[in-house]
């Protein structure tokens, strides 16, 4: 669900409050224990709880305005008044229909404004004239992939092209030029798409 909001790797949001649910229970058996232990002990302890509460502080205060996007993300279908999946007639006007998003799309990729920073389905389709539900049909339909795996590729190709370009620029500018969260990232889905990193992939290029 998350791949087919965000343009960009959401999951690390879904592992954080994980990783806070079992840092809390922790928490919770190290506070039992501490009832039959000695005082270093429960030093021990509340240095952890201080730590912890500050993970979860500052996690909560980097992440918070992101809670309503992740909410709609997880929207069943046809729960978001946007939500509307039409499966095109073979109509005129459904044709025309058709026909308009993809220019609009097309136009879209040749101003690379995928390379900006993050972005949701539902930005995207608003600045196209469409809904969530529609575009996110589309983007199957015609790219046969998921809205966020798309898009990756789309950053993937500027990369390369950047990388071949610049032989000498950073990695890590390249990454946050074409619209890459983290340097990291970045190399894990240049490696998912292209089967090896993408310093080896400039490495190969420029070697022929």
């Not at 690390?12 to 649910?21: A, C, E, G, N, P």
Request: proline letters at 3%; hydrophobic letters at 40%.
């Amino acid at each position: 669900m998350l791949d087919n909001y965000f343009s960009n790797d959401m999951h690390y949001f879904v592992r954080w409050t994980s990783r806070s649910i079992t840092l809390l229970i922790i928490s919770w058996v190290f506070a039992l224990v501490t009832l039959f232990t000695n005082v270093y002990v429960n030093l021990v302890f509340q240095a952890y709880m201080v730590t912890l509460n500050f993970y979860i502080a500052i996690n909560f205060t980097n992440f918070c305005t992101k809670y309503g996007d992740i909410a709609r993300a997880y929207l069943p279908a046809g729960e978001d008044p946007e939500d509307i999946i039409v499966k095109p007639k073979e109509t005129d006007s459904q044709t025309i229909e058709v026909h308009t998003l993809e220019q609009r799309i097309n136009t879209w990729m040749e101003a690379k404004e995928y390379v900006g920073s993050q972005f949701t389905i539902d930005e995207l389709a608003t600045k196209l004239g469409t809904n969530k539900g529609y575009l996110s049909f589309f983007i199957n339909e015609h790219f046969g992939t998921n809205f966020s795996v798309w898009v990756s590729g789309l950053r993937i190709n500027e990369a390369k092209q950047l990388m071949t370009a610049n032989p000498e620029r950073k990695m890590e500018d390249i990454a946050y030029t074409v619209g890459f969260s983290s340097p990291s990232y970045f190399s894990k889905v240049f490696a998912s798409h292209e089967g090896m990193s993408p310093t080896v992939w400039r490495r190969e290029v420029m070697s022929k």
